[in-house]
């Protein structure tokens, strides 16, 4: 039980040290403090940009929702702006999927806001 006791912090040490930065120096050396998080709070995660200004319903727009939520598996899945399509979308959003009638333009809103919330702090 004492080496159990003992190896846990120490672990723990270890896995904390691993996660941060070697130095408070090398996280500042490669862009100034105000420019890195400027930044990265604009960066969206890999490979989930957000399209700029694509029309709510727009091939581009169902395009992006289905890649961002995986609705679609290598074009296996119910095509975009299908009711099944929208179903599947609001199982991926779960408890955060809009309560406006699948489709319509405020859930299509409402999809939009919140993964251009999810995007940008992904």
Request: aromatic letters at 4%; glycine letters at 6%; hydrophobic letters at 45%.
């Amino acid at each position: 039980m004492r080496f159990l006791l003992t190896v846990v912090p120490i672990a723990a040490a270890l896995i904390i040290a691993a996660c941060s930065p070697s130095s408070p120096d090398a996280a500042s050396a490669t862009a100034p403090p105000a420019a890195s998080s400027a930044a990265a709070d604009a960066t969206p995660a890999p490979g989930k940009n957000a399209p700029a200004n694509p029309a709510l319903g727009s091939p581009g727009w169902y395009a992006w929702v289905d890649k961002t939520l995986a609705v679609s598996d290598d074009g296996h899945g119910p095509r975009p702006d299908t009711p099944a399509w929208n179903q599947a979308v609001n199982a991926k959003l779960g408890q955060e999927a809009p309560q406006s009638a699948p489709g319509s333009l405020e859930w299509q809103q409402a999809v939009d806001a919140l993964l251009r919330t999810r995007v940008a702090t992904h």
